[in-house]
């Protein structure tokens, strides 16, 4: 079952735990209210009508502008049909190959092509983005930084397995923050995105 937990002020996070093989694992999308509001990842199309309940508790289906996608992948962007059926008009924002993927399969026409170290206002709150070698083949991806909160929506970057005791954590950003080889298997990619991220 779906968890909704706010943050802080206008940021969401919408959680849903799971049992793997290799033991409890949960998917996170966030959401941020504000004049433009937008949600980060669709999770899975399984998924969908857990999220979408909690989703549709914090912003109307036609008042979500955005969806970011931060790279080309089931928990990312599986259920974007399920969701453009709420509302037609919601704008990926997306990567340049992850906009080739999504119009190449149909999924649709005109994502809008975000490049690393733009800017987009939401309103209040402001996105950042920033490059992210991603997956296996270390495809164009990008993570996006919320520059007013200071809160970076760090995709599969950091991932931490096992069941959560909470939904917020406190943590050294120094040590919480350390790109694993696994994460980014490339050390030229995971140094210049290291890098990105300490700069934060």
Known sequence: MAQLTQIIDGLYRISIATETPMGPFSFNEFVIVDDKSILIHTGSAPHFDEVSEK???????????????SHFEADECGALTRLLAANRDIIPLVSAVTARQLTGFGLHPRPQVVKP???LSLGKR?????????EAHLWEGLLAYEVTD????????????GKEESPI?????????????VAIAAEEARTRCQAAIDKL
Request: hydrophobic letters at 45%.
């Open 169 to 181: 954590n406190k943590a050294d950003a120094r040590e919480t923050l350390k790109i694993a080889p």
């Open 150 to 161: 200071k809160v970076l929506f760090s995709s599969d970057l950091f991932i931490a397995r």
């Open 55 to 69: 989703l549709w508790q914090v912003v109307k289906p036609h008042d979500l502008k955005y969806v970011f996608i």
């Open 126 to 134: 402001k996105l950042r983005f920033l490059a992210y070698p991603s």
């Open 117 to 119: 170290d733009e800017e």
